[in-house]
């Protein structure tokens, strides 16, 4: 059911900028875009969303393409202690008022020193 | 994830008992959300509430399981004549009205059937 796809790993070298992609190819107008990520088993933790136009937090920036069927985030300068899953996920509304979030996997992202 | 306490951290549980994991929302949040986790899995959708509302319950398996978010105290997931398959950790996150704000997770309750 997830709406999403994401690399399963990636490996970024400490100081430097991490780019995490994510595919969702079949999100709808209305649905926002929402990263979050989860260090060892801990809750997720928000990072960022977004609907269409480009965002950015002291946390990270958020870039989504003009048709809406991909994004990406940017870590700008990752740290080791940005080593965590990182979840792209898609906030649905599927009627009857309900709204939540769908998790696909998840891309496990390892800095290092 | 200050904010949304989860009680208790750890749960042990026999096969056949009840398991009861609460949670209460941050401040001025009105919606809470449970979902549960497997091992080197993605969390899953099990139910979303409001006070004294269940809004959406499709990701609830359709037998031993239960939410409830009263008027007053915390949401309370309940488990009966738990399984080892219902080994997992849940978590519970609130959010204000439509959730723009972002939604906040708590620490999780890690419940394990023995």
């Known amino acids: 059911d997830a709406k999403t796809t994401q690399p399963p790993s990636m490996d970024c070298a400490e100081g430097r900028a991490a780019n995490l992609p994510c595919n969702h190819s079949?999100?709808?107008?209305?649905?926002?875009v929402y990263w979050y990520r989860q260090i060892h088993s801990q809750g997720p933790q928000y990072i960022i969303h977004?609907?269409?136009n480009n965002e950015t937090n002291e946390m990270a920036s958020l870039i989504i393409t003009e048709d809406r069927k991909s994004s990406t985030l940017i870590l700008p300068h990752a740290t080791l202690r940005d080593t965590a899953v990182y979840y792209c996920?898609?906030?649905?509304?599927?009627?009857?008022?309900?709204?939540?979030?769908?998790f696909g996997k998840g891309t496990k992202l390892t800095v290092n020193p | 994830n200050a904010g949304v306490m989860q009680n208790p951290r750890h749960l042990v549980r026999r096969r056949g008992q009840e398991a009861r994991l609460r949670c209460s929302p941050m401040?001025?949040?009105?919606?809470v959300y449970w979902y549960r986790q497997l091992p080197e899995e993605g969390l899953k959708f099990m139910v979303y509430?409001?006070?004294?509302?269940?809004?959406?319950e499709s990701g609830m398996p359709k037998e031993r399981f239960s939410a409830e978010f009263p008027k007053e105290g915390p949401s309370i997931l309940r488990i009966q004549q738990v399984v080892r398959g219902d080994s997992a950790a849940y978590f519970c996150?609130?959010?204000?009205?439509?959730?723009?704000?972002?939604?906040?997770f708590g620490s999780g309750t890690r419940l394990t059937v023995v």
């Open positions: 996150a609130s959010s204000p009205p439509g959730g723009f704000e972002g939604y906040t």
């Open positions: 079949t999100i709808s107008g209305n649905e926002y």
């Open positions: 977004g609907l269409k």
């Open positions: 996920i898609v906030r649905v509304a599927p009627g009857g008022g309900s709204e939540k979030l769908v």
């Open positions: 401040k001025g949040h009105s919606h």
């Open positions: 509430l409001q006070k004294e509302n269940i809004i959406d």
